[in-house]
């Protein structure tokens, strides 16, 4: 038996939803551009231009394709993160532009970043997304040594940010990230799952986030998750953008030495052995600099 699809043409895109859903308040929000519809989150996201300003549109409420839950928990999980994107508000961080209910579902709006996702999973996937020309995590990884440390610093700033506020990041990885190639400037995206401390680990094995960027802990039902979590979170990020991912050897590493062994520090399976804080971690880290 054939599964029923609906199919919806807004302005420029098309797209399939596994149910009917009304989206006759979109329009207000200006001319569609682009769709966001290969998310696992549950969330079908937009790109709208309107009178010369460009937004992007978060919606829970509908289910895509590759979304499997209940409609109802990705709406909770948006108005819930709402105040999370007010409290750890920062340049580096898209900005939350207006929020609301729709009858059926949760909105919210961000101004719009010309940058490109750097996990960009619905157009590049698996070895695709490492060695194809046209994907962005590809064209990251031939910028210079010199354009990655300085996005990276974007994004130790912004977590140490999130420390500052006693927030924790879950769920942070390249998806995460934003890229605009022509301004080098880099911005974070959906902290929608990030958490006030103390905080724990409450679903175990497959608490959120990439086994790229977990911590030990972050397999374990009942650990911590906090800022020395982060710390190895921070570490992991800088294996993927500037060395082999997981593979932690010196032999992928591009940068100096000096900065391996602060990244190597940071990524240590026990606890006590890393930086205990992500501003420990970002003042080992500018100490060695480009050495």
């Known amino acids: 038996m054939s599964e029923k699809y609906y199919t919806y043409e807004i302005d420029a895109v098309t797209f399939q939803l596994q149910e009917a859903c009304d989206f006759t308040w979109l329009r207000k929000l200006g001319k569609v551009f682009k769709v966001f519809d290969q998310q696992d989150s549950g969330n079908l996201s937009f790109g709208v231009e309107k009178e010369g300003q460009k937004y992007f549109v978060k919606f829970a409420g509908a289910k895509p394709l590759t979304y499997d839950g209940n409609p109802q928990d990705a709406i909770t999980r948006l108005i ?35 940058g490109e996702c750097l996990h960009s999973h619905w157009l590049f996937t698996g070895e695709a997304k490492l060695s194809h020309p046209e994907s962005p995590f590809y064209r990251y990884k031939q910028l210079s040594v010199k354009k990655r440390l300085a996005s990276l610093d974007v994004i130790f700033s912004f977590h140490e940010h999130v420390e ?3 927030y924790v990041a879950v769920d942070f990885y390249d998806g995460s ?13 959906d902290i929608d799952i990030y958490r006030l401390k103390p905080t724990v ?3 175990g094995e497959n608490f959120w986030g990439s086994t790229r960027f977990k911590s030990p802990e972050e397999f374990i039902l009942g650990a911590p998750i906090d800022e020395v979590t982060n710390v190895f979170n921070m570490g992991a990020t800088a294996f993927v953008l500037l060395g082999g991912a997981t593979d932690r050897s010196f032999a992928k590493w591009e940068a100096s030495q000096a900065l391996y062994d602060v990244a190597l520090r940071a990524v240590c399976p026990e606890r006590e052995q890393r930086y205990r804080n992500v501003a420990e971690f970002i003042l080992a880290w500018d100490k060695v600099g480009l050495v």
């Open 80 to 114: 819930e993160a709402i105040p999370l994107y007010k409290d750890l508000r920062y340049e580096a961080l898209i900005t939350l532009v207006s929020h609301f209910e729709v009858g059926s579902g949760y909105v919210a709006v961000f101004d719009w970043f010309e």
């Open 201 to 203: 680990n409450d679903v």
């Open 177 to 189: 990230i934003l890229y605009n190639f022509t301004s080098d400037e880099t911005r974070i995206c």
């Open 164 to 166: 500052l506020q006693d």
